[in-house]
């Protein structure tokens, strides 16, 4: 599986951002798929998810904010991120989740900054 992931920019808080990743290879065999992002200094966290089973997570820092949707037939994962915050800066990657081997396959990430 190869995730490329696409959208990250300069915005001004109060901003909307939309983040793409397209998922090739053996994509049938993807469940779940999640953005994460990590700001300079910190550790890697989970903002947002979607199973296979159509339910979906949010980090409670983004909630009523970011909104993940899947698009199966073109095997995508967007992130729509509305209100952004300066604290939303931070480069972000998509994760797609394959339980046949417990494999994570991981996107190159993409910068996202909010600044005026």
């Known amino acids: 599986v190869q995730l490329q992931a696409s959208g990250g920019g300069l915005v001004q808080p109060g901003g909307s951002l939309r983040l793409s990743c397209a998922a090739s290879?053996?994509?049938?065999?993807?469940?779940?798929m999640a953005w994460y992002r990590q700001a300079p200094g910190k550790q890697r966290e989970l903002v947002a998810a979607s199973t296979n089973d159509m339910s979906t997570y949010y980090a409670d820092s983004v909630k009523g904010r970011f909104t993940i949707s899947r698009d199966y037939a073109k095997n995508t994962v967007y992130l729509q991120m509305n209100s952004l915050k300066p604290e939303d800066t931070a480069v972000y990657y998509c994760?797609?989740?394959?339980?046949?081997?417990?494999?994570?396959?991981w996107g190159q990430g993409t910068q996202v900054t909010v600044s005026s």
């Open positions: 994760n797609a989740y394959t339980p046949w081997n417990r494999k994570n396959y």
């Open positions: 290879g053996s994509t049938f065999r993807i469940t779940d």
